[in-house]
């Protein structure tokens, strides 16, 4: 069984920044494709970047130029750097773990609020 813990979440000021961090147990970390969605309030979950074992990087396009998803296997973890945040990407949000098998897990999510 695979955990995912969240941190880093909190209170920003716009403009501000905040680094999430997700970090993994078990051994598997390294070959999975790690991915941040959010879900904003009264809103569906989205994707807002994803990482593969080999480094590639998506994001969506709200949170390009601003937001970077990057990982580390020695820590079996990925973060995701937000800068110049905008009220609308007040949300929680969530990691997930996706195994080369296709197993998927979930983080418990964290907050993010940057107040208008």
């Known amino acids: 069984q695979v955990q995912l813990v969240e941190s880093g979440g909190g209170l920003a000021q716009p403009g501000g920044s905040l680094r999430l961090s997700c970090a993994a147990s078990?051994?598997?970390?390294?070959?999975?494709?790690m991915t941040w969605y959010r879900q904003g309030p009264g809103k569906q979950r989205e994707l807002v970047a994803w990482?593969?074992?080999?480094?590639?990087?998506v994001y969506a396009d709200s949170v390009k130029g601003r937001f970077t998803i990057s990982r580390d296997d020695a820590k079996n973890t990925v973060y995701l750097q937000m800068n110049s945040l905008k009220p609308e990407d007040t949300a929680v949000y969530y990691c997930?773990?996706?195994?080369?098998?296709?197993?998927?897990?979930w983080g418990q999510g964290t907050q993010v609020t940057v107040p208008s």
């Open positions: 990482i593969n074992r080999g480094g590639s990087t």
């Open positions: 997930r773990l996706i195994t080369a098998k296709g197993d998927v897990y």
């Open positions: 078990g051994t598997i970390f390294s070959t999975a494709t």
